[in-house]
């Protein structure tokens, strides 16, 4: 069996423990980056249809991360911004674009960020070890002992980088949760997010989307929402299920910037219900949407009765629909919750309950919203466990 004696090893090679390697690697630490998988930043490849929204030009704030502590991220997200991370993708001449809501897309590929974090890996102390396969951790006194059948790892210090459990397909694990479970840590129930929803009836529309208001627990959001074969997704959607629960019900403005009663006022009293919509919403849809509340659209504007103009109001501005469940982890983007960050600094990232693990990334129950945000998380967190590290 080999056996290999370094400062620091860092198990998972996706966007945190790719950065993170490079971080601790910068003041001379021995860096071993170890994954199950035959390639790195899976994940990373497949984010943003192929494209990757690798951060926001917003910027990211707390308010962007669904959290048990709410102010956990606001330490790490200060001290490494999305201009920190542009200044690696300009370093390297990555074509990029500013999407809506101030989301960064690479123009041509996210192969460009993979490999710009493949680059910062070239150096003599890092050394990427990758199918590294049934791994287990032994806490010593003086340190861990990683380990399988074929090969020792003893290190000072163990960074746990191992992500979230969505897709499945691409080697996503619960190792992380497992490993800071055993040393004590509180494990929040995981389930997906930035998720479609199941909802039936809506299948005839399926590949349309329409921008619609979207208000879930509190959250309230008006973005595109897009339907499927199976319900409801898009920017709107994925959204809101960061905040859904199974049960919940979620509320619907399919008229968000204009309301129903402005319209038929400014509208001929001879024109037809349906005709005058036509100017705000899609044909398709309002042919389903009418069905779906039993009322007659053709009716001309001068014969709606101010019950009935009640009637089209809730339903057009505050419609509940109770989704059966979501599309799952395979399809979601990222996982809610997870590794909680009671016993975890939010300076180092170290494990409160166990000196020289460090945790980072979607491994923590830090959530961020559509947008970049997640991955913004993932450099943040790795430039503060190298800083930590490091000194």
């Keep these: 069996m080999q056996k290999i004696t370094t400062d620091i090893v860092i198990i998972g090679a996706g966007a945190a423990g790719m950065m993170a390697a490079h971080f601790c690697a910068l003041k001379g630490k021995q860096v071993y980056l170890l994954d199950h998988n035959k390639q790195v930043g899976r994940k990373i490849l497949i984010s943003g249809g192929g494209k990757c929204n690798f951060t926001n030009i917003f910027g990211s704030s707390a308010e962007e991360y669904h959290s048990e502590n709410k102010h956990f991220v606001k330490s790490a997200l200060s001290r490494y911004t999305c201009y920190d991370f542009l200044e690696l993708i300009e370093k390297n001449k990555i074509p990029y674009e500013q999407r809506e809501v101030g989301k960064l897309f690479c123009l041509r590929s996210a192969k460009d960020i993979v490999n710009a974090l493949l680059e910062q890996l070239q150096k003599p102390n890092i050394h990427l070890k990758l199918e590294q396969k049934n791994l287990d951790v032994e806490i010593h006194d003086d340190g861990f002992r990683v380990f399988n059948s074929h090969v020792e790892y003893f290190c000072n210090s163990l960074v746990i980088a191992t992500g979230g459990i969505v897709l499945p397909s691409i080697g996503a694990s619960d190792f992380g949760h497992k490993l800071a479970k055993r040393v004590g840590h509180k494990i929040l129930p995981m389930s997906p997010a930035l998720v479609p929803f199941k909802v039936e009836g809506w299948s005839e529309l399926s590949g349309n989307a329409i921008k619609a208001g979207i208000t879930c627990n509190g959250y309230y959001v008006a973005e595109n929402v897009l339907f499927t074969h199976k319900g409801l997704s898009g920017p709107g959607v994925l959204k809101a299920s960061l905040f859904w629960n199974p049960g919940d019900f979620i509320e619907i403005n399919w008229l968000p910037q204009y309301h129903i009663s402005d319209i038929l006022k400014s509208a001929s009293g001879q024109k037809q219900l349906n005709s005058v919509l036509s100017e705000y919403l899609p044909k398709s849809f309002i042919k389903l949407f009418f069905e779906k509340i039993d009322f007659d659209s053709s009716i001309h504007i001068a014969k709606i009765s101010k019950k009935e103009e009640l009637m089209l109001e809730k339903n057009l501005h505050h419609m509940v629909i109770t989704p059966s469940g979501t599309e799952g982890f395979r399809?979601?983007?990222?996982?809610?919750?997870?590794?909680?960050?009671?016993?975890?600094?939010?300076?180092?990232?170290?494990?409160?309950?166990?000196?020289?693990?460090?945790?980072?990334?979607?491994?923590?129950?830090?959530?961020?919203?559509?947008?970049?945000?997640?991955?913004?998380?993932?450099?943040?967190?790795?430039?503060?466990?190298?800083?930590?590290i490091a000194e």
């Design 331 to 388: 399809k979601a983007e990222v996982t809610r919750g997870g590794v909680s960050t009671e016993f975890i600094s939010s300076k180092t990232m170290e494990s409160k309950l166990q000196k020289k693990l460090y945790f980072i990334g979607e491994v923590l129950d830090v959530t961020g919203q559509l947008g970049g945000h997640n991955f913004q998380w993932c450099w943040a967190s790795a430039y503060a466990v190298g800083q930590a």
